[in-house]
């Protein structure tokens, strides 16, 4: 997910990108498998939760609707808790039928809410909103993670000096102590303010300069370079118990097309992709990387069917899963972006995101279209409850490695 003025900085680039003619499908990776299906009941627990660990026990627990929910990382309006404005309440009532974001928290109980400008305004403020925000969801029954896209340079969300002051991923090539180091303070502030998750670091490899939507974002233009930064911040942040995301799988560094407006179609070859754009997200996620974020990005040499990451089997399920081990949560870019939202409704889109692998679907344009899409899938059998349940114990043991269930945080060491 880009934020609205790295979006404007890369409206003004206009220049065609260079394609690499080659016809090397070597990469290509069979569909994954269709999961077996299997009759449960479809809205009741499918199995006695008696006999679980706790972990599993809860999630065992939820009806689909609240899976789907759980399943879902939402906007909430307001930057207080419990007290809004009448717009802030009219906007909160159309998505969720409540009035305040600790209502949502409460009632909804979605996966994790996102903070964007209008939520923030001061560190103490966001301080409050996230200590309000956990604990509307704890009485709710279920941990809300809080993310943000806090990146550095045009891409910074939170205030205070450790943010505000954060430089641009570019700025730290070549420096992997100092982005460390970086990324230790930021975190640090994050966790002061009550956020779990950063939407960062960018994992793209910027190979066509400025010519490219991502710039100044991604670490450098080389894989060594990015990789180096990737695994360097990814320390820094855990160190300050804060989760990471790599972003956006799988690699926006080589297209000039901006899928805040349309959909970027990868025309490199597999070869170079893998030598190019493939080394610093299977270094993250050897560093140990929490989330990675899938991007509405097609790349037909890996999975013909011309779907972007979000949609596609092959490059989530059989690339990310199968090929690169990769054991944490999946989460999909914004699902109202350009490049996106065509596709099909709220619940379609849902349903095709999970089919493929997602494991969090992040600011569908209507989350209760996109839960009730869930729920109908369940019972059509394009989803089956066992693949919510999945999806359900990562985001929950993820919450659980961020403190919010047990405490204290324990992500992985560097």
């Known amino acids: 997910m880009r934020g609205t003025r790295a979006a404007a900085a890369a409206l003004a680039v206009v220049a065609f990108v260079g394609c690499d003619a080659s016809t090397d499908t070597s990469a290509q990776e069979p569909a994954a498998p269709r999961p077996e299906r299997v009759e449960v009941d479809k809205q009741r627990p499918s199995r006695s939760a008696a006999t679980l660990p706790p972990l599993r026990r809860r999630v065992a627990a939820l009806s689909v609707r609240q899976l789907a929910h759980r399943l879902q990382v939402v906007t909430v309006a307001g930057t207080a808790a419990h007290t809004v404005s009448p717009n802030e309440a009219a906007a909160n009532r159309a998505d ?52 943000t896209d806090q990146e550095g340079g045009l891409v910074s969300r939170l205030p205070g000096p450790a943010a505000v002051e954060q430089p641009a991923a570019r700025t730290l090539a070549n420096r992997p102590a100092v982005g460390s180091e970086s990324a230790r303070r930021v975190g640090a502030a994050m966790a002061a303010m009550g956020l779990d998750v950063n939407f960062a670091p960018v994992a793209d490899v910027d190979t066509v300069g400025g010519q490219g939507v991502i710039g100044d974002r991604a670490f450098g233009t080389g894989p060594g370079v990015v990789s180096r930064l990737v695994r360097a911040q990814t320390c820094g942040y855990h160190r300050s118990g804060v989760a990471v995301t790599l972003k956006h799988w799988p690699g926006h560094g080589s297209t000039s097309v901006d899928s805040h407006r349309s959909m970027p179609t990868l ?44 949609l596609s089997q092959r490059l989530t399920t059989g690339w990310l899963r199968q090929r690169l081990g990769f054991e944490g949560v999946v989460v999909t870019d914004s699902l109202g972006m350009g490049a996106i939202v065509s596709r099909g409704t709220p619940g379609e889109i849902a349903v095709r995101a999970l089919r493929a692998g997602a494991d969090l679907l992040l600011m569908s344009p209507s989350p209760q279209g996109a839960t009730s899409g869930i729920v109908e899938a369940v019972r059509d059998g394009r989803l089956t409850r066992e693949r919510l349940e999945e999806s359900a114990l990562r985001v929950l043991r993820l919450a659980d490695a961020t403190g919010l269930i047990a405490g204290p945080r324990h992500l992985s060491d560097c």
């Open 267 to 310: 025309r490199l070859s597999p070869s170079r992709w893998r030598q190019d754009h493939l080394p610093p997200f299977r270094a993250g996620i050897r560093g140990g990387a929490d989330l990675v974020m899938t991007g509405h990005l097609a790349y037909p040499r890996l999975d013909p069917s011309g779907q972007p990451a979000t």
């Open 96 to 147: 969720f039928g409540v009035s305040t974001p600790a209502a949502v928290a409460r009632s909804f109980q979605p996966g994790g809410v996102v903070y964007f400008d209008a939520n923030v305004a001061s560190v103490a403020q966001v301080r409050s909103l996230s200590r309000g925000l956990h604990r509307a969801s704890r009485r709710g029954g279920w941990p809300t993670l809080l993310f």
